[in-house]
């Protein structure tokens, strides 16, 4: 934590850590802070009385159908997400964990779209699937389906689905793969002598050891779903069709924004913190303590 | 060049841990003084405290005529050489030697002059003045932060272990270079090492510390000769001194161990008769009887040949320690032998069992 | 290499490029697509090969936009993204040495008090706070500003903490031989500290520039008046303002302006790219 070997205390580190602290307070915490509060309030129209009400306004909120929708929505969405992407990317890391040479030439090749915005991944599938000249669009047709996603909410849904996890293969694999190249190799020597296959090894020792990895990522994962797909969503489907995609962030930013109701957006806010909250603290406590060998 | 003093010094830390008990002493200018024990027995804590890196909890350390308590590092003209070097990585050698000088505001021509001088006395060269630490051998490396020791012309050289990363035969040559350097330069050193080795060939005179204690301060021919404790006895010496419980006899005049028979010298040992005692001898100070008639006879139990010399381990009579012998030369022993051994009595030792303390 | 079956070695092979080449595929199209003039990116289907337009879509790209919108082109927008992420970047880095630095290597009051409230911010990234930090903001008079852009982005504490791991593992003794030199405390943050971080720098450099290039939400917010839009705004733009009849040649072509920057990034520094992102996420 703190070094062996430090400095006594003057008023140098409170210089020091000043700019960030500042900024955290007036661009972190206090808005957090306005949020939690005004999640407590029932504002009347005009703004001139406001009422504490405690957790009411929460309740509301999980009567409405459509939040309850949007949760689910969100849900589905970042299982999907995680489970695409991670997948995808565990195939790959793992042949190229396998070969000898070459490993970095496909890291290489493979990485980049991290660098990708989520907006321009919407973009490229919004344009491969447009539903009269998307080329993927074409194939399809050509295999006798008619694609709309437009029209059609699964379809749309499956479009955020693909364009998020493409990006996120990149990710995944980068961690996969180290992950995979830290396991020593005199483990895999022993089992292959002990007689195991492939992918008797891959299932029986690379994987299992593989789980801090794999669980981290999942977090990641879900928060990358959670929040970084904004983009995608507003970019493309606008939550639509009839709300077939809309997620928790794009409700809050559609509720507050467009729609006015500052209310409602700071509860989800809220529940938002919370979600995130959660999920750090899942990923500090359990997952950072199982990293070592 | 200024003595060091080291009056009642104390050190507790803040959880309560009493590193220090209090130790006294005069360093005098030019000497050599070699800090040993065991790991924990507080000896860094002690050189740190004499660079300031640590705080004194009570006690007054002195450097020259000043008080320097509440000093910082910087302004107690000292020098220290760390076990890891404590190189800049990112500094060529000639700039890590500069540091130190340049933030003091030194002309850049007597910089210059000054590491020269000492890349020259500890045989660096040139091109290696230009290259960055991990382009160096460990050797190389101790050589530089000895140089920027040097540079500094400080009044007190403090060596905190700094061959203890070397290898073996490294050590050996760089320790000869240190006690070279030392005569050179004269200045007053401060040297920490766990080896006792290090320590008996450095020191002119040496420290014993355990557990926060001074257990002895002399040079190191009287620890050798007249250890004032177990601890010391133990400590200097390799393979270490032999102790055993034993007992005096009525007269005073021998010391029997599980029925062999010590005779013990004249004039220095003080109440010794018919008393409970531990009784020390060094491996090195058996030697093999001339004929057969020796009271002391030890039954050898394993056998070592090192080349130069014999170990041999074994047991006296009845008494069960073990004891090692260390013969010249290589010796035909078996398993089981009995040796006749003999051994000048000024060369036993004895200890109080409950003090641990030497006796006489 | 375990056993030697070049069967199995060989069908990784496969596999590796049949990854590869679904993972560029889409920027394949996109590339193709911004090759080829408006009138045949409306003739199904759709090209699979680049045509010989890229400069004249480039050109019309930076400078004209498209039908329906608002006949500028994103030019404007590249410098926009470029000094936000350059700002999100630098200052990122600026205060959380400082910060990394004050919390290792001093001991004083609050110091966990501090501790704690920068690891809060891990908790609360912007698409938690948005309508409270842009009333903040909009107080600030900071909308439609660079700085409205970047400060509410630089505090958060990734950096900080990675900066804060590379210093633990800096030798104490270091610390110590430069207090017997002399050194004070700013002294060794600039000759020591600093220029041993060096790698660590560049690589969070990478990170956070591609991290502030990418931004979406915040920009959103933040910029109501159209000069201050940013390059990946400016795709949002252009896919809604091509609702009726899309020019994709243009549209990609804009992508494809939005995502060179980064990627060249990636591609050209990628061990520190790697270093950057292994290290921050420990």
């Not at chain 2, 890590?96 to 890349?119: F, P």
């Not at chain 2, 660096?124 to 500094?152: F, N």
């Not at chain 3, 697509?33 to 879509?57: C, K, S, Y």
């Not at chain 3, 409205?148 to 800096?170: E, H, N, V, W």
Request: overall charge negative; hydrophobic content about 50%; charged content about 15%.
């Amino acid at each position: 934590m703190l070094k062996r070997v430090h400095f006594g205390p003057s008023a140098l580190p409170f210089i020091l850590v000043a700019p960030q602290i500042i900024i955290t307070v007036i661009f972190f915490i206090w808005p957090a802070g306005h949020a939690l509060y005004q999640s407590f309030l029932i504002q009347d129209a005009f703004g001139l009385k406001t009422e504490f009400v405690w957790f009411e306004n929460f309740e509301v909120l999980f009567d409405d159908e459509h939040y309850l929708g949007a949760f689910q929505r969100t849900f589905m969405f970042s299982i999907l997400v995680a489970s695409i992407s991670m997948g995808f990317a565990l195939m790959l890391a793992a042949m190229a964990d396998r070969i000898v040479k070459g490993a970095m030439t496909y890291r290489t090749l493979l990485i980049w779209p991290y660098a990708v915005a989520p907006v321009a991944a919407g973009a490229l599938w919004v344009f491969m699937l447009d539903p009269t000249l998307g080329i993927m669009t074409y194939a399809l047709g050509g295999l006798g389906y008619e694609w709309n996603h437009k029209l059609n909410g699964n379809e749309a849904m499956a479009l955020v689905v693909i364009a998020s996890a493409w990006k996120q293969v990149a990710y995944n694999f980068l961690f996969f793969l180290a992950g995979m190249q830290a396991i020593p190799k005199s483990l895999i020597e022993a089992a292959a002598i002990d007689g195991a296959g492939p992918l008797r090894r891959f299932w029986t020792i690379i994987f299992p050891l593989l789980s801090p990895t794999t669980f981290f990522l999942m977090v990641v994962n879900v928060v990358y779903a959670f929040f970084d797909t904004f983009g995608i969503i507003h970019a493309i489907t606008q939550g639509g069709p009839a709300k077939a995609t809309e997620i928790l962030v794009y409700k809050v930013y559609n509720d507050g924004f467009v729609g006015l109701d500052l209310g409602s957006s700071a509860v989800q806010s809220v529940i938002l913190m919370g979600i995130v909250i959660s999920l750090t603290v899942l990923q500090f406590r359990y997952i950072e303590k199982k990293v070592e060998y | 060049m200024a003595q060091v003093r080291l009056d009642q010094i104390q050190k507790t830390y803040p959880n309560g841990f009493k590193a220090i008990h209090g130790v006294d002493v005069e360093i005098a200018e030019g000497e050599f003084i070699v800090l040993v024990g065991p790991s924990g027995c507080g000896k860094s804590t002690l050189l740190r405290m004499i660079a300031g890196l640590e705080t004194v909890t009570e006690g007054t350390m002195s450097i020259g005529d000043r008080v320097v308590n509440d000093l910082e590092p910087a302004d107690r003209d000292i020098a220290m050489v760390f076990q890891n070097y404590a190189l800049y990585p990112h500094m060529n050698v000639f700039d890590n030697m500069a540091y130190g000088l340049k933030i003091r505001g030194l002309a850049k021509a007597e910089i210059e002059t000054r590491v020269k001088k000492a890349a020259e006395i500890l045989e660096l060269t040139d091109e290696q003045l230009t290259r960055k630490p991990r382009q160096l051998s460990g050797g190389q490396r101790q050589r530089v932060a000895m140089g920027r020791a040097i540079v500094r012309e400080p009044s007190v050289f403090l060596f905190d272990e700094p061959l203890s990363n070397l290898d073996a035969k490294l050590r050996v040559q760089m320790r000869v270079e240190i006690k070279r350097l030392q005569e050179r330069l004269g200045i007053t050193s401060v040297y920490v090492t766990h080896d006792q080795v290090e320590a008996m060939t450095l020191g002119h005179r040496l420290i014993v510390l355990n557990a926060g204690v001074v257990e002895q301060l002399g040079t190191p021919i009287e620890l050798y000769e007249r250890p004032a404790s177990v601890f010391v006895a133990g400590f200097i010496g390799s393979p270490s001194m032999n102790f055993a419980a034993a007992k005096t006899a009525d007269d005073g005049r021998t010391v029997q161990l599980g029925g062999a028979e010590f005779a013990l010298p004249d004039g220095i040992f003080t109440d010794t008769a018919d008393r409970d005692v531990i009784l020390g001898i060094r491996p090195e100070d058996l030697t093999l009887a001339a004929g057969n008639d020796s009271a002391t006879t030890m039954t050898a139990s394993l056998v070592e040949h090192l080349g130069a010399d014999t170990l041999v381990h074994g047991y006296f009579g009845t008494d069960r320690s073990d004891m090692t012998i260390r013969l010249g030369g290589f010796h035909h022993i078996a398993d089981g032998d009995a040796l006749a051994l003999q051994v000048v009595p000024e060369k036993i030792h004895l200890f109080d069992p409950e003090t641990e303390k030497r006796l006489g | 290499m375990v056993e030697n079956r070049p069967m199995v070695t060989l069908i990784s092979h496969i596999v590796l490029i049949l990854g590869v080449l679904t993972i560029a595929f889409p920027i394949w199209i996109t590339f193709v697509a911004a090759t080829h003039d408006a009138v045949r990116m409306v003739q199904i289907p759709l090209p699979l090969w680049p045509g010989g337009m890229f400069f004249e879509n480039l050109e019309q790209a930076l400078l004209k936009g498209i039908e329906g919108a608002t006949g500028l082109g994103v030019g404007f927008m590249l410098l926009n993204s470029l000094v936000m992420a350059l700002m999100i970047a630098c200052g990122k880095i600026a205060i959380s040495l400082l910060s990394a630095f004050a919390i290792v290597y001093f001991r004083f009051p609050f110091r966990m008090g501090f501790f704690w409230m920068i690891f809060i911010t891990l908790m609360l990234p912007v698409e938690v706070r948005i309508i409270p930090t842009f009333e903040v903001v909009a107080n600030l008079g900071m909308l439609n500003t660079y700085w409205g852009l970047s400060i509410p982005l630089i505090a958060s504490a990734t950096a900080t903490f990675m900066f804060r791991q590379t210093f633990l593992t800096i030798p104490d003794e270091l610390l110590e031989a430069a207090r017997i030199d002399g050194a004070g405390p700013m002294q060794f943050f600039k000759d020591i500290l600093l220029p041993m971080s060096r790698t660590n720098i560049a690589a969070l450099f990478v990170i956070l520039f591609i991290y502030g290039w990418n931004q979406y939400l915040w920009p959103l917010l933040v910029t109501t008046d159209r000069d201050m839009y940013t390059i990946v705004m400016g795709i949002k733009q252009l896919l809604e303002a091509a609702e009726q009849a899309p020019e994709w040649n243009i549209i990609m072509m804009t992508t494809l302006l939005a995502m060179l920057p980064p990627v060249a990034v990636v591609v050209f520094m990628q061990k520190l790219f790697v270093k950057g992102l292994t290290e921050t996420e420990k």
